[in-house]
């Protein structure tokens, strides 16, 4: 899909282990089927993924930005958990197809610590 849409600028905290995996993709795809989780969440909004990565009981070690195909992206619903900020949920079984809207290389923006 790696084309000239227009994009949209997401963002979402990683763990090490998350880090390590999108570098081997060269940059350009998130980790599938490293955990096992349900579905992914991510943001349009720096501290929104900032709070996200408070909020979770995991390690989380950096934060990603990204831009994917704005119009892919708008098929899927948002979230907000336990009514804090909302969030994209995308379905785990989505995040091949989701990959292949990420359009240009993932960023690592900032370092997150307890």
């Given at each position: 899909?790696?084309?000239?849409?227009?994009?949209l600028l997401l963002y979402c905290p990683?763990?090490?282990?998350?880090?390590?995996?999108?570098?081997?993709?060269?940059?350009?795809?998130?980790?599938?089927?490293?955990?096992?989780?349900?579905?992914?969440?991510?943001?349009?909004?720096?501290?929104?993924?900032?709070?996200?990565?408070?909020?979770s009981a995991t390690e989380v070690g950096?934060?990603?930005?990204?831009?994917?195909?704005?119009?892919?992206?708008?098929?899927?619903?948002?979230?907000?958990?336990?009514?804090?900020?909302?969030?994209?949920?995308?379905?785990?079984?989505?995040?091949?197809?989701?990959?292949?809207?990420?359009?240009?290389?993932?960023?690592?923006?900032?370092?997150?610590?307890?």
């Open positions: 899909m790696r084309h000239n849409s227009p994009t990683v763990t090490q282990q998350e880090l390590d995996a999108i570098a081997a993709a060269h940059w350009l795809a998130l980790p599938v089927g490293l955990l096992r989780q349900p579905a992914f969440y991510f943001t349009p909004e720096e501290a929104t993924a900032a709070f996200l990565a408070q909020a950096y934060l990603v930005r990204f831009a994917s195909d704005a119009d892919y992206a708008a098929e899927f619903p948002t979230h907000s958990p336990k009514g804090g900020p909302s969030s994209m949920r995308v379905p785990a079984e989505e995040m091949v197809e989701f990959n292949y809207h990420i359009m240009g290389q993932i960023e690592v923006v900032g370092f997150l610590s307890d």
